[in-house]
């Protein structure tokens, strides 16, 4: 069993920067391919990044040279650092943990609770 708990979340200008942290309880923390999804009003999950513990990461198209994930794995977390965020990155971000390398949703077997994101124009 997997523990996620997001946070970092809030309100910032568009051009603004927020930085999201998943904390995962367990030891297998390393093994877990670590994902970020974002669901705004209205509108379906959608992948955002992911990355393993050997360094790989992937990026959704509308984020890429903004958005960043690392992890850590000596303390069991991932963080997904947003650059000049936008108006339409507004959603809930969710951290999901999975056991293959992914970009779908189904794929995850642990989730966050979701942590907000608010980009003001």
């Known amino acids: 069993q997997v523990q996620l708990v997001e946070s970092g979340g809030g309100l910032v200008q568009a051009g603004g920067s927020l930085r999201l942290s998943c904390a995962a309880s367990?030891?297998?923390?390393?093994?877990?391919?670590m994902a970020w999804f974002r669901q705004a009003p209205g509108k379906e999950r959608e992948f955002v990044s992911v990355t393993w513990m050997g360094g790989s990461t992937l990026y959704t198209d509308s984020v890429k040279g903004r958005f960043t994930i690392s992890r850590d794995n000596a303390k069991n977390t991932v963080y997904l650092q947003m650059n000049k965020l936008r108006p339409e990155d507004t959603a809930v971000y969710y951290c999901?943990?999975?056991?293959?390398?992914?970009?779908?949703?189904?794929?995850?077997?642990?989730w966050g609770q979701g942590t907000q994101v608010t980009v003001s124009s």
């Open positions: 999901a943990a999975g056991s293959v390398w992914s970009t779908v949703q189904r794929n995850y077997d642990y």
């Open positions: 367990g030891r297998t923390f390393s093994t877990y391919y």
